[in-house]
């Protein structure tokens, strides 16, 4: 009855005023936006799709589907890794890489031990080792007569990250607490009379000196599980590749699998470029007291992690995650037990039960087919990110984790664009039939966080071969799931984004 009586006074007021202008034509209708239900039921996407949208401000899930089902959240792994890191080590934290020296320099000799010490700085390259070696030379030293020591101890020495990837994966390196140029070898061919020239860097943006630290030896013989076999050499490490595979001329980065031995021979040859003569660098612990000769400070904590997320560097997630339990006080003997360390950390920060099956990561990069999530937890840490932040610590700058994201977009060709004008950041995550996305959506009305995990267990299941890097099937699979969280995300906007 109220609602008849305000319509009909609305009506007499319009009658008993003439317009000032003719009226507006009737509004068009909107088009109904398919909800999730109906986008995930209807995209042909084999396997199963979890999804979360949550209301920021208000506390409420608007939207879910199989909220509770673990599934692999790939690379979106990296966001709890870095909410750990960040809160453990201080969003200005900085890795530190040592020179030092163990005795007296004796008319310009070293009558003792050099030792480059390891630090856990995941983005060291060949442009910060050659800052070092400056140093070793402008120090006066010109030979060493003990040994050269490469100290990796901080960290166990971990040969790759996951054990179920191809062994030619650069995205699968060793991790260790003296890493270089990301842990990987650029291998660089030209066919030549008679064979090929090859060519193996060090690979960094300003400095790319060659190594001897990786052999690759061109064979004719079948090479079984694929064109590249590693072979596991003492000192120097051994790559085998078959001619046919070549064609004329190309390049790819290898992973290394020994960092702290071939970060000490680039040094070497670095420091001999400048007239300082070292002997084979060995592994071997730093003594407790020495004389620091230099350092080389890394980025900040905040710039390394920016960048993690964006690039989603396997290493870098894990040396992150590594120094973050490191820092709570717990030597973690492998990735696995590090993770571990975090899935408590992060049980307790969102106020989960220890040992839930629904937060079970295996390392801190995602780069594992036996982590698991639900997209409850993932939302869960979102939120609780957002909620707490990051404050800065020794006059560094403050941040959050949705600032350190990657903005994405969901514009699609041929489509209208979203109803309100938006920002997305997120986290993206790939492994063969494995896709997952999570983040934070803002509109002018709205503040959502959101996960999406999909995956095909079973077709994983069927590829076990390593060497397989990319299965049949797999990259059509993961353009289908991408494209549904581009759909999900369009209508949770239309639907969600605008004022309350």
Do not use: C
Not at 94 to 119: P, Y
Not at 326 to 354: C, E, Q
């Amino acid at each position: 009855m109220i609602r008849a009586l305000v319509v009909t006074f609305g009506a007499m007021m319009l009658m008993a005023a003439a317009p000032l202008q003719a009226p507006a034509p009737p509004s068009k209708p909107l088009i109904p936006v398919p909800d999730a239900a109906y986008l995930g039921g209807n995209a042909p996407l084999s396997g199963d799709t979890a999804y979360l949208v949550f209301d920021l401000d208000t506390g409420q899930p608007l939207e879910a589907g199989n909220l509770d089902l673990p599934l692999p959240p790939a690379s979106a792994a990296k966001a709890p890794t870095a909410i750990f890191a960040l809160d453990r080590l201080g969003a200005g934290y900085r890795f530190e890489t040592r020179l030092s020296t163990v005795g007296k320099i004796v008319g310009g000799v070293l009558k003792g031990d050099l030792i480059l010490q390891g630090g856990g700085d995941p983005e060291l390259d060949s442009v910060g080792l050659d800052t070092l070696a400056n140093d070793l030379a402008l120090s006066g030293i010109r030979q060493v007569d003990g040994r050269f020591l490469v100290d990796e101890s901080l960290y166990p020495p971990i040969e790759r990250i996951d054990d179920t990837q191809p062994e030619v994966a650069s995205y699968n390196p060793a991790v260790s607490a003296l890493s270089l140029n990301f842990n990987r070898v650029f291998l660089e061919w030209r066919r030549a009379s008679g064979g090929y020239n090859v060519r193996v860097e060090a690979r960094a943006t300003d400095l790319s000196p060659l190594t001897s630290a990786a052999v690759v030896e061109v064979v004719d013989e079948t090479i079984s599980g694929g064109a590249f076999d590693y072979v596991d050499a003492s000192r120097v490490e051994l790559w085998r590749v078959r001619r046919s595979a070549l064609g004329k001329r190309g390049n790819r980065f290898l992973p290394v699998r020994r960092p702290a031995l071939y970060a000490g021979q680039v040094f070497r040859d670095l420091a001999r470029d400048r007239g300082v003569r070292l002997p084979r660098p060995e592994i071997g612990a730093a003594p407790t007291i020495s004389n620091v000769l230099a350092r080389k400070e890394s980025r900040s904590l905040t710039e390394i992690t920016r960048d993690m997320l964006k690039y989603s560097t396997n290493l870098t997630a894990e040396a992150l995650g590594l120094a973050a339990t490191r820092s709570g006080g717990n030597a973690a003997s492998n990735l696995a037990a590090s993770a571990g360390a975090m899935n408590a950390w992060t049980s307790a920060f969102v106020g989960a039960v220890p040992g839930d099956p629904g937060l079970a990561l295996v390392n801190h990069s995602g780069l594992s087919g036996n982590s698991r999530m639900t997209v409850r937890r993932m939302v869960e840490v979102l939120a609780a990110a957002d909620l707490r932040g990051f404050p800065a610590l020794n006059g560094g700058q403050a941040t959050t984790l949705f600032a350190l994201m990657k903005q994405i977009g969901v514009e699609v060709k041929d489509k209208p664009s979203p109803r309100y004008p938006y920002v997305i950041r997120a986290k993206t995550g790939t492994l063969n039939f494995t896709s997952a996305l999570a983040g934070y959506i803002q509109t002018e009305g709205r503040r959502l966080a959101f996960a999406i995990f999909s995956a095909d267990l079973a077709k994983r299941a069927a590829y076990n071969d390593p060497s397989i890097e990319r299965p049949r099937g797999s990259r059509t699979w993961g353009a289908v799931a991408r494209n549904l969280q581009r759909e999900l995300l369009r209508s949770w906007i239309n639907r969600y984004g605008g004022p309350r």
